[in-house]
């Protein structure tokens, strides 16, 4: 099933490719000029782009552990991107690009562990406003 776009935001299960953060230089952007917060699993990054639809972005090194972890860990942060953090974004219309990257706990972590210090990360940041 492909996520189609729609007023309400993305629908579907599948993260559009207008919701991802692709290029180099956007990656770079958001990690140089946007504001950051660390929780034990994950380093959050945020720049707001007013006008624009959120994007989000992972990097999940491999720090010694094997694919197979590694994968996991991507799959584990882009359904919790596509299910609780960018419907969330698209309904309020807030415009920005986020970069999650992945700490050396992260692969030890549970999906429930990662989704609550997501959310709970992009809110602290939010609320410093």
Do not use: F
Request: contains cysteine.
């Amino acid at each position: 099933m492909v996520l189609k776009e729609g007023r309400s935001g993305p629908t579907g299960e599948r993260l559009p490719r207008s919701a991802r953060i692709r290029l180099t230089r956007d990656i770079r952007a958001v990690l140089k000029r946007g504001k950051r917060t660390k929780t034990p699993s994950l380093h959050l990054h945020v720049l707001e782009r007013p006008g624009g639809r959120p994007r989000i972005g992972w990097i999940v090194p491999k720090l010694g552990q094997g694919i197979v972890a590694r994968n996991r860990v991507k799959r584990r942060l882009r359904e919790i991107a596509r299910r609780r953090v960018l419907g969330e974004l698209w309904r309020a219309g807030r415009g920005c690009d986020i970069l999650i990257r992945a700490r050396r706990k992260a692969y030890s972590a549970s999906y429930a562990v990662l989704e609550a210090e997501t959310t709970g990360g992009l809110e602290a940041l939010w609320s410093r406003n």
